[in-house]
């Protein structure tokens, strides 16, 4: 609401001085103050009635849009897996935190344990996960790796490198993750390799899976809420 300055501008009254001589010019007239009188009172109520009006429509507005204050604070995430095809990664936000979502084929499933003895922490016995992620493929479901899209180095955004023996990681990469900043990779699970700088696999988040085809981030059969 913005307010009309004109509105409430006093105007110089017309008085007279001792020696009787008029000052400002000569005093208004009875009815020509009860004119301008009038006309702020009747624009005065309109701008209290708009201000009013305004104020009553905010819960009502609110109402309609997302609680941003619920999501910082971890409110769950939903997301319809049945649209990503099998090979492809969804990125999406939960507590501020990028969240992959890679739906993995069964041939990327296949290859994991073809290189555990590559890797730093390959049983995830010193990495963080809900105890239903603490397996081999890290998942509740084969065909679906979640994980906290941040590098357990320094919180950077690994790059999605799915594709097999790629030039700049060599002729024995079987797919995974490549962090471009400081070079820490990680496999299909999140598991990260040896010679990386980051020490521990990929964060794995809470969730579940409230039907086939909907992924609920930040809520467990565990927890029954955001962990």
Known sequence: ?????????????????????????????????????????????????????????????????????????GAPVELDVSKIEPGQMVTLTWRKQAIYVVHRTPEMV???????????DPASKASEQPAY?????????DDFLVVVGNCTHLGCLPKARFEQAQPELGADWP???FCPCHGSRFDLAGR??????????????????SSDSLLVIGKDDTAQGAA
């Open 175 to 177: 797919g995974g993750f």
């Open 1 to 73: 609401m913005v307010y009309d300055a004109a509105v409430f501008r006093h105007e110089p009254i017309s008085m007279s001085d001792p020696s009787g001589a008029a000052l400002h010019g000569s005093p208004p007239s009875t009815e020509a103050v009860d004119t301008s009188r009038r006309g702020f009172l009747v624009q005065a109520t309109g701008a209290a009635g708009a201000l009013g009006a305004a104020f009553a429509a905010v819960p009502f507005l609110a109402s309609w849009s997302p609680s941003e204050r619920a999501r910082a604070m």
């Open 133 to 141: 992620a603490t397996n081999a493929k890290r998942t509740v479901r």
């Open 192 to 209: 990260v390799f040896q010679g990386s700088p980051a020490s521990v696999n990929l964060r794995i988040p809470p969730y579940s899976f």
């Open 110 to 120: 296949s290859g994991l344990p073809g290189h555990d003895g590559q890797l730093k």
